[in-house]
């Protein structure tokens, strides 16, 4: 069993994800008109870029045979979530999409459990729950804000598959270290899945997308980009695959209610006139999950891979 100093770092750790990700959105809204696909192998390449400084150094930086497939599989999970997501945001409403992102954590567990990564447990589901519940509040208040409607159509059936391709990434994760088949190193792991998954979308877009639109990029939305592959791409997928080897998918997906409410907090930030009564019963129920699952922690790895996946990881 993992000592208790991994499990808070991965923690802490999330939750500067959740800060990450969760400001990011302010900042790709500040973007010009960019094909989002071909935008996102950019933020991927860049991503990489960024994290060779630590992969080189590693003695997995090219990782064993067995451990292909599974980082081909990741990867394809990440073009699928932003593949489906970028082409339901044409299709489905705001509202939809973040309604139905807020089953990823639930979904996690359900397949964490089905590959033995989860344990069968109340308290766990019972916060991402609590935490689901929150974060639809939110979702809530801001279709209250703005009078949007929630349907399901075919946009929302096409993100609900990328929602599956977001859940199944940590749980490959999970279960490829557990079992030996992944490098111990977190930034290798996440260097190959992000340079895989980076392929397969900017493929995507280049079938899909007018590419050549890239080239409009003014020196700020250049700069932005920059910003977003370090800080939102290399960054974010590190800390969750460090965090990876001590705290299970379900865990690790539900900082993702976390997101929407420090969005919400910038967006008072901007907005001041935003901020009303509406928002709180979302956001305490968000918090509340959140400090639930800090207060409770969680216990390392079932076997000796998740020690020596964070052993790996300092010698990487």
């Known amino acids: 069993m993992a000592s208790r100093a991994p499990v808070r770092r991965a923690h802490l750790g999330m939750l500067a994800w959740a800060l ?73 409403t705001a509202l939809s999409m973040s ?16 590959v033995g990564v989860e344990r069968l447990a109340w308290r766990l589901p019972a916060i991402l729950a609590l935490g689901a519940l929150g974060a639809l509040g939110l979702a809530g208040a801001e279709a209250w804000q703005r009078g949007g409607q929630w349907r399901f159509g075919a946009g929302e059936a096409v993100f609900f598959l990328g929602c599956l391709c977001s859940a199944l990434y940590p ?21 190959w899945s992000l340079a895989l998954g980076g392929v397969l979308v900017g493929a995507l877009g280049i079938v899909v997308e007018p590419v050549a639109r890239l ?77 639930l699952l800090l207060a409770g922690g969680e216990e390392g790895a079932d076997d000796g891979h998740a020690g020596a996946a964070e052993g790996g990881e300092r010698r990487g």
């Not at 390449?45 to 080189?56: D, E, K, M, Q, R």
């Not at 139905?100 to 459990?113: E, I």
């Not at 490959?172 to 190193?185: D, E, F, I, K, T």
């Open 20 to 92: 990450l990700v969760g400001l990011s959105f302010p900042i790709v809204g500040r973007l010009g008109e960019l094909p989002p696909l071909s935008l996102t192998a950019l933020r991927f390449a860049i991503a990489c870029l960024g994290l060779w400084a630590l992969v080189h150094r590693s003695p997995e930086r090219l990782p064993a045979r067995c451990a292909w497939p599974w980082l081909v599989a990741m990867g394809a999970c990440l073009a699928g979530f932003f593949g489906a997501m970028f082409w339901a945001a044409h299709h489905a």
């Open 99 to 114: 309604t139905l992102y807020v089953s990823v954590p639930l979904l996690a567990y359900g397949m964490g459990l089905a």
């Open 171 to 191: 749980v490959l994760s999970r279960r490829g270290l557990v079992a030996g088949h992944l490098p111990a190193s977190a930034a290798v792991r996440t260097f």
């Open 215 to 291: 080239a409009t990029m003014s020196g700020r939305d250049a700069l932005l980009i920059v910003y977003l592959g370090l800080g939102s791409s290399a960054l974010t997928f590190w800390l969750m695959q460090r965090a990876t080897a001590v705290l299970g998918p379900a865990s690790i997906t539900a900082y993702g209610y976390l997101v929407p409410f420090v969005s919400m907090l910038w967006l008072f930030v901007e907005t001041p006139s935003r901020l009303d009564w509406v928002w709180l019963p979302g956001s305490a129920l968000v918090v509340l999950a959140i400090g």
